[in-house]
T-cell receptor
Framework: DAGVIQSPRHEVTEMGQEVTLRCKPI?????LFWYRQTMMRGLELLIY????????DSGMPEDRFSAKMPNASFSTLKIQPSEPRDSAVYFC?????????????FGPGTRLTVL | GQNIDQPTEMTATEGAIVQINCTYQ??????LFWYQQHAGEAPTFLSY????GLEEKGRFSSFLSRSKGYSYLLLKELQMKDSASYLC???????????????FGKGTRLSVIA
């Protein structure tokens, strides 16, 4: 299995631009999570989906952030307009309900820099 | 709110033993995880505890005391490649479904020196 796939791996953009991050979960996994990691705040959950349905988006910072999961193999996290404080590493993770430990498998992350 | 505390940084010598502590105060509890994260990489799963006691996995062991809201990760025979951040995470769930996300601590950056 290829694991969780994220693209792009690095993104540099200017303030005000729209940014779209992409994630392909592990095949067969029915939970998908979006996290943001910074030195100051650590790893924070933004939103998670179960069977493509958003379950909890209380971690989404504000209306500039939106996430979709149109099908079981693809999800996007969009920031519009982007701001310098959005600079962070964004991780996507997936897991299967009822797995041995219910552990999450993380993608390699997207390092976002907003100038 | 949810609170998970770990030391920010630790340093240990190659071949030694190191213990990384984690304390938590959460609205519910349904398991504690330890993840390892090398610089610039994704977190990877190390261990899981849901009952009190010690879980051993090769050079790594993890301990849990639910009554004290406390866990530790024990790394034996340290190697240079163990230099990484170690993240403690709690599944906050009122049920046994296990189908809730994890709340992560900020991580402990471990440096292994020769």
């Amino acid at each position: 299995d290829a694991g969780v796939i994220q693209s792009p791996r690095h993104e540099v953009t200017e303030m005000g631009q729209e940014v779209t991050l992409r994630c392909k979960p592990i095949s067969g996994h029915d939970y998908l999570f979006w996290y943001r990691q910074t030195m100051m705040r650590g790893l924070e959950l933004l939103i998670y989906f179960n069977n493509n349905v958003p379950i909890d988006d209380s971690g989404m910072p504000e209306d500039r952030f939106s996430a979709k999961m149109p099908n079981a193999s693809f999800s996007t996290l969009k920031i519009q307009p982007s701001e310098p404080r959005d600079s962070a590493v964004y991780f996507c993770a997936s897991r299967i309900a009822g797995g041995s430990y219910n552990e999450q498998f993380f993608g390699p992350g997207t390092r976002l820099t907003v100038l | 709110g949810q609170n998970i505390d770990q030391p920010t940084e630790m340093t240990a010598t190659e071949g030694a033993i190191v213990q990384i502590n984690c304390t938590y105060q959460t609205s519910g509890f349904n398991g504690l995880f330890w993840y390892q994260q090398h610089a610039g990489e994704a977190p990877t799963f190390l261990s899981y505890n849901v009952l009190d006691g010690l879980e051993e996995k090769g050079r790594f062991s993890s301990f849990l005391s639910r009554s004290k809201g406390y866990s530790y990760l024990l790394l034996k025979e340290l190697q240079m490649k163990d230099s990484a951040s170690y993240l403690c995470a709690v599944r906050v769930s009122p049920s046994d479904s296990g189908n809730t996300p994890l709340v992560f601590g900020k991580g402990t950056r471990l440096s292994v020196i020769a």
